[in-house]
């Protein structure tokens, strides 16, 4: 099993910054990818970046370049850096491993809530 916890989030004005963070705990040798996702109310959750353990990188097209997902796998942490927030990132944020390449499964976080303002 893996365990993920948040923190970070919180409310910020339009065009600020805010980091969210996760770490990850128990069988952490099983992980392949990271990633954080977001959901708002009556959407599907869905992919804001993606890091695979190569460091490879996928972003979500409207936080490209906003965005900056990175990973330390000796502490088994991963973390989203958002800068110029707009209101459209309000959302509750996820933090996601991926074991199943490994024989582990999908785990999710608890969810951290981003709150742009206008």
């Known amino acids: 099993q893996v365990q993920l916890v948040e923190s970070g989030g919180g409310l910020v004005q339009a065009g600020g910054s805010l980091s969210l963070s996760c770490a990850a705990s128990?069988?952490?040798?099983?992980?392949?990818?990271m990633g954080w996702y977001r959901q708002t109310p009556g959407k599907e959750r869905g992919l804001v970046a993606l890091i695979f353990k190569s460091g490879r990188i996928n972003y979500k097209s409207a936080v490209r370049g906003r965005f900056t997902i990175s990973r330390d796998n000796t502490r088994n942490t991963l973390a989203l850096q958002m800068n110029n927030l707009k209101p459209e990132d309000t959302a509750l944020y996820y933090c996601?491993?991926?074991?199943?390449?490994?024989?582990?499964?999908?785990?999710w976080g608890q969810g951290t809530q981003v709150t742009v303002s206008s």
């Open positions: 996601h491993a991926d074991a199943k390449r490994n024989g582990g499964k999908e785990y």
């Open positions: 128990g069988a952490v040798f099983i992980i392949n990818t």
